[in-house]
C-alpha cells in the first residue's frame, strides 16, 4: 500500500517529490513564466557584451584611437578571445552542470546556477583588462549552463507529459523575448550610466530571480510522483547513473538529435545580418524589422511545437506517436530553407521570400526542439534529466563549434552546401532517433499520482 501522506522531513527534500500535492495544480504555470524569466535573462546576460561592444573601443582591449576599424587587429583578436572563452565554458558546462543539478535538485541547484551567472555579470562592471573579461565570461559560461538541464528538470516535476513540451516550448520563447527586451533596455542603460551599468543591470535581474526562487515553496507545492516515473524509477538505478546512462540508446539519441540540431540554430543567430546585407545590403539598422519578425515568428513555433505533442496525445495516441509525430512535422518544415541561395536571384530587390524561408526554419526548429527537450523526461526518471539534458548540451556546442567551421570556410563561396545541410539535418536526427529508440515512453498507462491508498 502507497501512503497518501510522505513524512515530513520528506516534504521539503530537494531530491524527491512530495506526495500530498495535488498532480495538476494551476502554480505550475507559474513555475513556467520563472522559467521563462529564467531563460529570458539567462540569453540578455549572454547578449550584454556583444550590445555594448561599440563602447568597448578602449585602450585595454587593444584599441587604437584615430586608427580605422578594420585595421584594428589587436582588438578583433581580444574581442574574439573573450567570446572563445565564453563558449568553450558554456560547452563544459554543460558535462557536469546536469549531474550537480540532480544531486543538488531543481530548487537548489537552480539557484546555484543562476547565482553564478549574475555574479559573473555584475563582474564585468570591475574589468579593466581583457583577461578580467575572459574570466567573467567563464563563470557566466558556467553558471548559464545550468539553465536548460534545471528547467526540463523542472518540467518534468510540475508537468505530465501531454505538457511537457507546450510547457517547454514556452519558457524556450524566453530566448527569443531577450532578443526584444535586451538591445532596447541595454541601449537606455548605456546611454545614461555607461557600458558598465549594462552588466549591472542584467546581473541584477539574476540574483532578484534567484531571491524569488528560493523563497518560493518548491517542494511543498509540486505534484505527486506519478505512474509514468515510478515505470521509469528503474532505468537509472540510484547510484549507477553514468553506467547506466552510457548503456542506454536513449542517451545517444538524444546527444545525436542535439549535435546535429543545435548548430543549425547557431547558424541562424551568427549569420542572419551577415546573409541580409551581403545578398540585399541591409545594414543592422535595415536588418531589425526582418530580425524582429523572424524571432517573433520562432517563438509562435515554439509554443505551436510544443501544444502539437500534447494535442496528438490527449486524442488517444501513445507519447511515442505525439513527440515524434510534431518532431517529424517540423524537421519537414525546415527542409524549405535549401531555397534561400536561390531567393536573390529570384526576386533581387526584395529579402521577404527569403526572410519567409528564415521565419519557417526557425520556427520548426523552435518546435523541435520543444519536443526533443522532452524526450528524456518519457524515457528517464527525473533523478537523471538534468544529467542528459546537460550532454545534450554539451554535444549541440561541440556541434556549433565544428559547423561554424564548416561555414567560415564555404558560406561565402558555396552557400548551398550549409543551406542543404541545414534543411535535412532534422530529418537525419530523426531518423537516427527512431532506430536508436523505436518506442518512446514508459507503459501506457494514465498519468496518475501514488498519493493513493
Known amino acids: 500500500m502507497l501512503s497518501g501522506r510522505m513524512p515530513a522531513s520528506r516534504l521539503d527534500s530537494d531530491t524527491e517529490f512530495t506526495?500530498?500535492?495535488?498532480?495538476?495544480?494551476?502554480?505550475?504555470?507559474f513555475v513556467c513564466f520563472l522559467l521563462f524569466l529564467a531563460t529570458t535573462i539567462n540569453y540578455m546576460d549572454r547578449s550584454v557584451f556583444s550590445l555594448i561592444e561599440p563602447q568597448l573601443h578602449l585602450r585595454f582591449m587593444g584599441w587604437i584611437p584615430g586608427v580605422d576599424a578594420k585595421y584594428q587587429v589587436q582588438y578583433h583578436l581580444n574581442y574574439g578571445h573573450v567570446i572563445e572563452w565564453f563558449q568553450i565554458a558554456y560547452g563544459v558546462g554543460f558535462l557536469f552542470a546536469g549531474r550537480v543539478i540532480d544531486r543538488l535538485g531543481t530548487k537548489t541547484g537552480y539557484a546555484l546556477a543562476i547565482l553564478i551567472w549574475g555574479c559573473a555579470s555584475l563582474s564585468h562592471s570591475l574589468v579593466t583588462s581583457v583577461l578580467g573579461f575572459c574570466i567573467a565570461r567563464v563563470f557566466l559560461g558556467l553558471g548559464e549552463s545550468g539553465n536548460f538541464p534545471a528547467a526540463i528538470k523542472a518540467t518534468t516535476e510540475w508537468f505530465p507529459s501531454e505538457e511537457r513540451a507546450l510547457a517547454t516550448g514556452l519558457f524556450n520563447s524566453g530566448s527569443n523575448a531577450s532578443f526584444f527586451i535586451a538591445p532596447i533596455l541595454i541601449a537606455?542603460?548605456?546611454?545614461?550610466?555607461?557600458?558598465?551599468?549594462?552588466?549591472?543591470?542584467t546581473g541584477s535581474m539574476g540574483i532578484c530571480w534567484c531571491?524569488?526562487?528560493?523563497?518560493?515553496?518548491?517542494?511543498?507545492?509540486?505534484?505527486?510522483l506519478t505512474t509514468t516515473q515510478r515505470e521509469l524509477?528503474?532505468?537509472?538505478?540510484k547510484g549507477h547513473v553514468w553506467g547506466t546512462l552510457l548503456r542506454h540508446r536513449g542517451f545517444y539519441a538524444f546527444a545525436i538529435g542535439k549535435g546535429l540540431t543545435d548548430p543549425i540554430w547557431w547558424f541562424y543567430l551568427f549569420y542572419l545580418p551577415m546573409f541580409l546585407h551581403d545578398n540585399y545590403g541591409m545594414d543592422l539598422n535595415a536588418?531589425?524589422?526582418?530580425?524582429?519578425?523572424?524571432?517573433?515568428?520562432?517563438?509562435?513555433?515554439?509554443?505551436?511545437?510544443?501544444?502539437?505533442s500534447g494535442w496528438r496525445m490527449n486524442r488517444g495516441h501513445s507519447v511515442n506517436s505525439g513527440r515524434k509525430f510534431a518532431m517529424l512535422i517540423c524537421a519537414l518544415a525546415v527542409v524549405p530553407i535549401l531555397l534561400v541561395p536561390h531567393m536573390h536571384k529570384i526576386f533581387q530587390a526584395n529579402p521577404w521570400p527569403a526572410i519567409g524561408l528564415f521565419s519557417l526554419a526557425a520556427a520548426a526548429h523552435q518546435g523541435w526542439s520543444a519536443n526533443l527537450f522532452s524526450t528524456p523526461t518519457d524515457m528517464f526518471p527525473s533523478t537523471a534529466i538534468s544529467t542528459v539534458v546537460g550532454i545534450g548540451g554539451a554535444?549541440?556546442?561541440?556541434?556549433?563549434?565544428?559547423?561554424?567551421?564548416?561555414?567560415s570556410h564555404y558560406f561565402s563561396l558555396h552557400p548551398m552546401i550549409i543551406f542543404v545541410s541545414a534543411a535535412f539535418a532534422y530529418v537525419v536526427a530523426l531518423a537516427i532517433f527512431q532506430v536508436l529508440v523505436p518506442r518512446?515512453?514508459?507503459?501506457?498507462?494514465?498519468?496518475?499520482?501514488?498519493s493513493v491508498a
Not at 537606455?188 to 543591470?201: E, I
Not at 524569488?212 to 518548491?218: A, D, E, N, Q, V
Not at 536588418?287 to 502539437?308: D, N, R, T
Open 19 to 29: 506526495a500530498n500535492a495535488p498532480d495538476k495544480s494551476s502554480v505550475r504555470w
Open 211 to 224: 531571491v524569488i526562487w528560493i523563497l518560493f515553496p518548491y517542494n511543498r507545492l509540486r505534484r505527486g
Open 395 to 407: 554535444a549541440g556546442a561541440a556541434g556549433g563549434a565544428l559547423f561554424t567551421m564548416v561555414v
Open 440 to 450: 518512446l515512453g514508459a507503459p501506457s498507462e494514465p498519468e496518475i499520482p501514488l
Open 233 to 237: 524509477a528503474p532505468v537509472v538505478p
Open 287 to 308: 536588418a531589425k524589422w526582418p530580425l524582429i519578425v523572424i524571432y517573433s515568428v520562432s517563438s509562435v513555433g515554439s509554443i505551436a511545437g510544443g501544444w502539437l
Open 188 to 201: 537606455a542603460v548605456t546611454a545614461r550610466w555607461g557600458w558598465h551599468a549594462a552588466f549591472l543591470t
